[in-house]
């Protein structure tokens, strides 16, 4: 009677150039055959230079290779069928002018942005009628209302994105990170059908 293996591929790893794969850097094993640690050790595939950024691991490649290894286990996949290898590039430590610069450019772009939006909707007048009707004064500049919508401008804007540099004011995603994640699953859609070498579709350009 053939021992029963479970994998369920990973669906996101990243690791470094120049070095073998192995199962257990790829997918989850589950088994009750004293084989376990040997399968979780097999080799899979080998990182080169070649492989650029990604290299797309498909479960049927891991199936197969298992099978010829070990004849007397049956392989039962669960869960995702690929495993997408993002491999890592040694990062340079970012210029603090860079960093600088960017920041500075975001902060304008942030800034005119804003205040191009004030400017389309009339809120500056919209302060001054609102000013009139609650004291029946004019005043060209109502700071009382001026000073208090500024700093909640900034503070919805932190409540928005959930974010306060690394602290989080609570566990429900900011709309942003959904975004991103949403993009991410595109991606990570993409590359899996056009960089798996067992597809036959491929982009036309």
Do not use: C
């Not at 609650?134 to 503070?155: A, D, H, K």
């Not at 991410?184 to 059908?193: E, G, K, S």
């Amino acid at each position: 009677m053939s021992n029963l293996v479970y994998i369920r591929m990973k669906k996101n790893v990243e690791l470094t150039y120049i070095q073998p794969i192995k199962l257990k850097d790829i997918a989850f094993i589950s088994t009750t055959s004293f084989h376990k640690e040997k399968v979780e050790d097999t080799a899979i595939y080998r990182i080169s230079k070649k492989d650029r950024d990604i290299v797309i691991i498909d479960s049927f490649i891991v199936i197969d290779h298992l099978n010829n290894i070990y004849p007397n286990l049956e392989v039962q996949l669960v869960g995702p069928t690929n495993t997408i290898i993002r491999i890592k590039k040694t990062k340079k430590k970012p210029s603090i002018l860079l960093v600088s610069f960017v920041w500075l450019l975001l902060f304008i772009g942030m800034a005119m942005t804003i205040m191009n939006f004030h400017y389309d909707v009339s809120m500056q007048e919209v302060q001054q009628k609102l000013h009139y009707i609650l004291t029946g004064e004019q005043n060209r500049y109502p700071l009382w209302i001026q000073v208090p919508y500024s700093f909640g401008l900034g503070i919805g804007m932190l409540l928005f994105f959930n974010h306060w540099f690394k602290k989080r004011f609570n566990e429900e995603p900011s709309p942003l990170e959904v975004e991103i994640f949403n993009y991410q699953q595109n991606l990570d859609q993409y590359v899996t059908h056009y960089e798996n070498e067992l597809n036959d579709n491929k982009p036309n350009y």
